[in-house]
């Protein structure tokens, strides 16, 4: 195996499963209400999401790759989902004291339809497949050997949000901060649909 150009893989991956994305933002904001073990089911969805949309994309990166327009429609559906996702957290959503509510709780139905309306991960995984194809071997096989990858990290990302979100937890306990935390984590999932929206407005390209 290339040595640098594993580097290079991980230098992309790393990062990407670590910054703040719908699925991280979502996690630290229902690990902030009902802790990290209530959040596991939908971080289950969300792996079975991954792996199943990074094998799809494996057999189908060229398609994808000349149609533009599907990933751009799932870009503009997801991004529509978050922002329903953002307008519960913020608004609809009360704080509270007890972490065993059942209240908005979600599962591994939300976490695995969030990934196919994920227009950023569907172009993760087609910048994936089409640079590093080579870092893990030729062939179908080197593509899901990065798609585990992917699934290893996004794993140890999302747990890390869940966690920051039990901790937030801690510091905003009262009423009023609880309220403060819900619409904080609201806005910053709101801004992330609005990047995945609308990338090249976001950044002046």
């Given at each position: 195996?290339?040595?640098?150009?594993?580097?290079?893989?991980?230098?992309?991956?790393?990062?990407?499963c670590?910054?703040?994305?719908?699925?991280?933002?979502?996690?630290?904001?229902?690990?902030?209400?009902?802790?990290?073990?209530?959040?596991?089911?939908?971080?289950?969805?969300?792996?079975?999401?991954?792996?199943?949309?990074g094998?799809?994309?494996?057999?189908?990166?060229?398609?994808?790759?000349?149609?533009?327009?599907?990933?751009?429609?799932?870009?503009?559906?997801?991004?529509?989902?978050?922002?329903?996702?953002?307008?519960?957290?913020?608004?609809?959503?009360?704080?509270?004291?007890?972490?065993?509510?059942?209240?908005?709780?979600?599962?591994v139905?939300?976490?695995?339809?969030?990934?196919?309306?994920?227009?950023?991960?569907?172009?993760?995984?087609?910048i994936?497949?089409?640079?590093?194809?080579?870092?893990?071997?030729?062939?179908?096989?080197?593509?899901?050997?990065?798609?585990?990858?992917?699934?290893?990290?996004?794993?140890?990302?999302?747990?890390?949000?869940?966690?920051?979100?039990?901790?937030?937890?801690?510091?905003?306990?009262?009423?009023?901060?609880?309220?403060?935390?819900?619409r904080?984590?609201?806005?910053?999932?709101?801004?992330?649909?609005?990047?995945?929206?609308?990338?090249?407005?976001?950044f002046?390209?």
């Amino acid at each position: 195996m290339n040595i640098p150009a594993l580097l290079a893989l991980l230098a992309f991956i790393v990062p990407m499963c670590f910054t703040p994305g719908p699925n991280n933002v979502l996690c630290a904001a229902h690990g902030s209400r009902h802790g990290v073990r209530k959040t596991v089911p939908l971080i289950g969805g969300m792996a079975i999401g991954w792996s199943v949309l990074g094998v799809g994309i494996a057999a189908g990166a060229v398609f994808i790759e000349e149609n533009e327009s599907i990933t751009q429609i799932l870009s503009y559906l997801g991004a529509t989902y978050i922002v329903f996702l953002a307008y519960k957290i913020t608004f609809v959503l009360t704080p509270i004291d007890d972490v065993c509510s059942s209240d908005g709780l979600l599962g591994v139905r939300t976490g695995l339809l969030l990934q196919f309306l994920n227009g950023k991960l569907i172009i993760y995984y087609v910048i994936l497949m089409a640079t590093f194809e080579s870092v893990s071997g030729e062939g179908y096989e080197g593509k899901i050997i990065t798609v585990l990858a992917t699934v290893v990290f996004g794993l140890a990302a999302v747990l890390s949000w869940a966690t920051f979100g039990t901790v937030l937890r801690r510091i905003f306990s009262g009423e009023e901060s609880g309220i403060w935390l819900n619409r904080m984590l609201g806005l910053l999932l709101f801004l992330v649909a609005v990047w995945i929206a609308f990338p090249h407005t976001v950044f002046g390209l």
